[in-house]
């Protein structure tokens, strides 16, 4: 069974780098995209963007460009880097497969990670 | 693209149908829209694809249809375990995913 685990600080001060980490096992990382996703405390979803395991990434516009995805095939892993945190970056992060085909979405979701952006 | 979904909050009680709105700004391919279903301190789970394909392990009791711009989950009979935060989410040019604000179905 494929199952994804979130690994990363729980508190990160303001303007710091956040680096998040995804370790994918019951799976190879070979024909899926692999996403991350955050969610506000009580607010809603938003892509953030995913990584090929070939290790093209494509990133949510709207985020600008503070996000960097990459991913380790050799550990089945992927990770996001944030840089130049702020309070709204305070979301738990997931990150899903990402099915693609003739239908593209998230099949397998991690547990979440919350991280707080405090000083 | 954007996703408005409604109603914003559903009270139902058990046995109950639920229909649940998903609007999109512009006429969407069918295949492209999925829903998922949220349950409190849980990571959101995938209920339907291709807007009328159910996920593995989803009961026939959930069922998606639509096209062009107009997409609904039904529940025919709401179970107690079904009371939750419904998403819809396409999949389309930029961004690649984007997701509607989400419908509450709680217990009346």
């Known amino acids: 069974q494929v199952q994804l685990q979130e690994s990363g600080p729980g508190l990160v001060r303001p303007s710091e780098t956040l680096s998040l980490t995804c370790a994918v096992s019951g799976d190879f990382l070979s024909h899926y995209y692999w996403s991350w996703i955050r969610q506000p405390p009580g607010k809603g979803l938003e892509w953030i963007g995913y990584i090929s395991h070939s290790g093209n990434p494509n990133y949510n516009p709207s985020l600008k460009s503070r996000f960097s995805l990459s991913i380790d095939t050799s550990k089945k892993q992927f990770s996001l880097t944030l840089n130049f945190v702020t309070a709204a970056d305070t979301a738990f992060y997931y990150c899903?497969?990402?099915?693609?085909?003739?239908?593209?979405?998230?099949?397998?979701w991690g547990r979440g990670l919350l991280v707080t952006v405090s000083s | 693209i954007v996703l408005t979904q409604s109603p914003g909050a559903l009270s139902l009680s058990p046995g109950e149908r639920a229909t649940l709105s998903c609007r999109a700004s512009q006429n969407i391919n069918s295949n492209y829209l999925a829903w998922y279903q949220q349950k409190p301190g849980q990571a959101p789970r995938l209920l339907m694809y291709g807007s009328s394909n159910r996920a593995t392990g989803i009961p026939d009791r959930f069922s998606g249809s639509g096209s062009g711009r107009d997409f609904t989950l039904t529940i025919s009979r709401v179970e107690p375990e079904d009371f939750a935060v419904y998403y819809c989410?396409?999949?389309?040019?930029?961004?690649?995913?984007?997701f509607g604000p989400g419908t509450t179905v709680d217990i009346k």
């Open positions: 989410q396409h999949y389309g040019d930029s961004p690649l995913f984007t």
């Open positions: 899903a497969r990402t099915t693609s085909g003739w239908t593209s979405n998230f099949d397998y």
